[in-house]
């Protein structure tokens, strides 16, 4: 027969595997250092658990005192983990999870078995799903730009062919590794091609839109968030790998530029065609749904998911063009959209009791700078250096006006929730 102490103790290391289960899904899933330290903190509370806890963009430490003992002997976890990947999907699921668990409705044993449960490899139709997805995406951005059918038509097919590279990344870690810089370099011989023998195109646009995904604008974003919040190793860890990416696919661009100089192609640049608003609608539309499948969303969260993409780019509008707060760039636009993205995501996280990371990422994604970032590398790596330093500027200030509206939006209306 067990004895109170001993019951006490399987109970206690009970509930920290969970919690630390529970902190490692939410890493995987892509929640930021601040958010995932306050949800995992407030759970641990909630158990009656005493727990630090530490995370940083590759790995977490988890530190639980024991209760008859004290934290110098209680159990400490160090978890290494690689940069998590957003999915909403599993996201809302380990949030729901979690809730069940704190209300009773499952038993610790029973929440820490449907956690592992969300490990399920994806199936093939999510695979390709993924590299249309990637397609579709680059076709909505180069329409949002408002260049010609051509660009568009363009973008969508080097797109495809760089999400079949992702897919086919993610078994093979080589591959991986160089998948920016290899992405860049077919981007761009593909739309250099197109521009010397078929079709007139507006180069950079092409190139940026066939790479959108792969830009590390949300990365950014999260870094110069968790450093307002001081999390400074995170946000400087998170901050340098951002970097790093926007320098393999700048390498790759102008590793491709040097080719086609060597090959004698002269790209032929397009005299722009703005599309129709009907048109251009429609790109938001198909873009949309794009980021809904890239962010991993479960099927019954499209419709809001859509929406929080739509949400977020008319703000953009309205704070730019009809209030006036754009003047020479976005960065009012960008403010006044982030503030009211924060606070609707909060607001569906009180009334709802789910995530508002549902509506805040993907109502920030047509916000983020990454492509600015990869163009100021581009113009350094050209040897325009002031052009690439002017180019940099309006990725600071873009970046710090996202964020200030994100952070003002949580102070008009302040979220129970940390997810």
């Known amino acids: 027969m067990n004895t109170p102490v001993l019951n006490s103790q399987a109970a206690y290391e009970a509930q920290a595997a969970f919690v630390a289960e529970l902190a490692t899904r939410l890493h995987v ?22 727990c630090e806890v530490f995370s940083n963009p590759t790995g977490i430490i988890l530190s639980f005192a024991d209760p008859v003992r ?20 599993r996201l809302a699921a380990t949030d729901a999870i979690a809730e069940d668990v704190l209300a009773g409705k499952l038993d610790l044993e029973s929440g820490f078995a449907a956690l592992r449960a969300l490990d ?8 390709v799903l993924t590299a249309l997805s990637f397609g579709l995406s680059a076709a909505a951005v180069a329409g949002l730009l408002s260049t010609g059918w051509a660009d568009v038509i363009t973008s969508a097919a080097i797109g495809t062919l760089i999400g079949v590279l992702y897919v086919l990344g993610a078994g093979r870690p080589r591959l991986a590794e160089g998948l920016e810089a290899i992405a860049a370099l077919i981007a761009t011989l593909l739309a ?27 990365m950014l974003t999260n870094a110069v968030s968790e450093l307002s919040s001081q999390q400074l190793v995170s946000g400087t860890a998170r901050f340098a790998g951002a970097l790093m990416i926007l320098m393999k696919l700048t ?51 499209y419709p809001l998911v859509m929406a929080s993409v739509v949400l977020g780019y008319a703000l953009t509008r309205l ?56 163009r100021s590398l581009n113009f350094v790596m050209e040897r325009d250096v002031f052009l690439g ?3 940099a500027f309006a990725l600071l200030s873009a970046l710090i006006a996202l964020v200030a509206g994100l952070l003002f939006g949580n102070l008009i209306l302040p979220s129970r929730r940390n997810l």
């Open 29 to 50: 899933y892509g929640t930021s250092a601040q958010r995932l330290e306050g949800a995992v903190e407030a759970v641990a509370h909630r158990l009656g658990l005493d």
């Open 70 to 89: 004290g934290q110098q002997n209680g159990i400490t976890r160090v978890i290494r983990l690689a940069p998590g990947d957003q999915n909403l999907g």
């Open 120 to 127: 399920r490899p994806p199936h093939r139709r999510a695979d």
């Open 192 to 218: 250099a091609a197109v521009a010397t023998f078929i079709e007139p195109l507006s180069l950079k646009t092409v190139i940026v839109a066939s790479l959108i995904v792969l830009m590390p604008g949300l």
């Open 251 to 301: 390498f790759g661009t102008v590793a491709a530029m040097q080719v086609v100089r060597l090959l004698g192609w002269v790209p032929q640049e397009a005299v722009p065609h703005p599309l129709t608003w009907q048109a251009e609608g429609a790109a938001l539309l198909v873009g949309a749904y794009a980021f809904a499948v890239l962010f991993r969303a479960s099927s019954r969260d």
């Open 319 to 374: 704070g730019g063009e009809v209030l006036g707060l754009a003047s020479d760039n976005f960065a009012g636009g960008a403010f006044f959209a982030g503030m009211g993205v924060a606070v609707v995501s909060n607001a569906y996280g009180r009334w709802f009791n789910r995530p508002g990371a549902l509506i805040r990422v993907p109502g920030i994604i047509l916000l983020v700078p990454g492509s600015v970032g990869f």
């Open 389 to 391: 330093l002017d180019t």
